[in-house]
């Protein structure tokens, strides 16, 4: 996982280079004690009080009243305090400090502490959860007015910075994520639960590959979203790739796009937003350098097809939709230019975004 501190363009490569699968449990838990310790050990308040000022920054940048509603919750998130995990890299497990006394002298024999500071709680290894605010965006777009008494679920969350925002607008927010590691700092008392006039949930395993999980998250849902997971160059890789780069979803594409279908209520919505660095060319295309191993999260394209989406009863509203033009302000204002301005965001940060809905009317799937 990318450091907190790295410049954007590393940072940008390296989001979410992890797989669905117990390979990249060792390694996620391996980078979190690496960003932690690049974080600086500041008051509780502090994360907070930056994340106010980034909503202050990008806020011209939104297009939507439901970006600036979720921007506008940034002072009412809760204060994050310095946590400890105790995890082991062999057994791919992580614990709370709770956790960790109810534990034997046996089990706890390889675990080893790790301490992360208060902004953790908010960046984790992903940066700032108020990009998510393109994400809103781009649902408004496509009819989504209000999360207030609304039921959302994102997918490969990472993060709890943009569940709590979703929640403080009046969401029942859900998310799901394989790291073992977010389920432990994410174990603490008052972590999940009601928060303002919505509720935050957080479930950590393989959707929908698993029953348990599956039945943990329920329907219903007005709103899926998924940032930066569901790649073509993560499910589908066009070259060959390292497996634990990959995302291995534990079922085919049919199966998931109806797990989707089935999970939306009818007239939800399915976002699929990817951000992506420039993709290494093939080896003897024009371009290329010396380095020109396959770069799968540069390959930031929907993983399944119109037709896919149609067969499973979905309605596909925009397919592979560029955003840039929309997206580079918004990092501007976040820094993530490293100093060399739009131009240099054109250079470096490609996005696609895909939108689909579960029709009122079954007839209406397929149509565009």
Avoid at 154 to 178: E, K, N, P
Avoid at 229 to 254: C, F, M, N, S, W
Avoid at 311 to 330: C, M, T
Wanted: proline content about 7%.
């Amino acid at each position: 996982m990318p450091e907190a501190t790295r410049p954007a363009t590393e940072y940008h490569m390296s989001i979410r280079s992890r797989a669905l699968s117990l390979v990249v449990l060792c390694v996620g838990l391996c980078g979190f004690s690496t960003v932690a310790a690049a974080q600086r050990a500041e008051p509780a308040s502090d994360i907070v009080k930056e994340l106010s000022r980034q909503s202050w920054m990008i806020s011209p940048a939104v297009h939507s009243d439901l970006a600036l509603e979720f921007l506008r919750g940034v002072p009412s998130l809760p204060v994050a305090e310095p946590r400890t995990l105790w995890r082991s890299r062999e057994r791919r497990v992580a614990y709370t400090a709770a956790q960790y006394e109810t534990l034997d002298e046996q089990e706890r024999a390889d675990l080893s502490a790790r301490e992360f500071p208060p902004a953790f709680t908010y960046m984790t290894a992903y940066g700032s959860p108020l990009v998510y605010a393109r994400v809103l965006d781009v649902a408004s777009a496509h009819g989504v007015k209000s999360l207030s008494g609304k039921r959302v679920l994102d997918f490969g969350y990472g993060s709890i910075g943009q569940i709590r925002l979703m929640a403080l607008m009046g969401a029942d927010a859900h998310g799901v994520d394989v790291e073992v590691a977010l389920a432990a700092l994410y174990g603490h008392e008052g972590d999940t639960g009601r928060l303002g006039p919505g509720n935050v949930s957080l479930h950590h395993g393989r959707w929908p590959a698993e029953p348990a999980i599956v039945e943990a998250i329920g329907g219903g849902y007005d709103l899926i979203t998924s940032k930066n997971t569901l790649k073509a160059g993560y499910i589908h890789p066009a070259r060959e790739a390292d497996p634990a780069q990959l995302v291995h979803l534990g079922v085919d594409d049919g199966v998931f796009l109806k797990s989707v279908h089935d999970a939306l209520k009818p007239g939800g919505l399915f976002v699929i937003y990817n951000i992506c660095p420039p993709q290494n060319p093939a080896p003897g295309k024009a371009g290329a350098t010396g380095d020109t191993a396959y770069i799968p999260w540069a390959d930031g394209w929907s993983p399944f097809s119109r037709e896919q989406f149609a067969s499973a009863g979905l309605e596909v509203l925009a397919f592979d939709e560029r955003d840039e033009a929309v997206l580079h302000p918004i990092f501007l204002a976040l820094g993530y230019d490293e100093g060399k301005g739009l131009e240099g965001l054109q250079k470096s940060i490609f996005v696609w975004y895909t939108v689909a809905k579960r029709p009122e009317n079954p007839s209406e799937a397929g149509r565009e």
